[in-house]
Nanobody
């Protein structure tokens, strides 16, 4: 069983940047598709970005394209989310997830393991 621990959240002004990290322990990290989801206040958890096993394929939600970058370092068992040009609507809890179904990568049901989440608050 793999465990995921996120870090890097915090308070940032609109237009600023943050980098989230998610470190995995347990089973082989490189066997998993890794993704980030956002749960904004009062909303359901939504897909942000996903990264394939090797990291060569990535996929982004429309609302983060051009602003966020997902990457992974399999040697460090870590996936990152670089968030630039942050907007007020990017506020919420960001969750890291591990799964094995690239076809359904935007769905929460495609992921078997979730981190505890890290809060990101964007202020005006």
């Amino acid at each position: 069983q793999v465990q995921l621990v996120e870090s890097g959240g915090g308070l940032v002004q609109a237009g600023g940047s943050l980098r989230l990290s998610c470190t995995a322990s347990g089973r082989s990290f490189s066997n998993f598709i890794m993704a980030w989801f956002l749960q904004a206040p009062g909303k359901e958890r939504e897909f942000v970005a996903a990264n394939s096993y090797s990291g060569t394929s990535t996929y982004y939600a429309e609302f983060v394209k051009g602003r966020f970058t997902i990457s992974r370092d399999n040697a460090k068992n870590t996936v990152y989310l670089q968030m630039n040009s942050l907007k007020l609507e990017d506020t919420g809890v960001y969750y890291c997830a591990a799964g094995s179904n690239w076809h359904d990568k935007v769905l929460t049901t495609a992921y078997d393991v979730w981190g505890q989440g890290t809060q990101v608050t964007v202020s005006s």
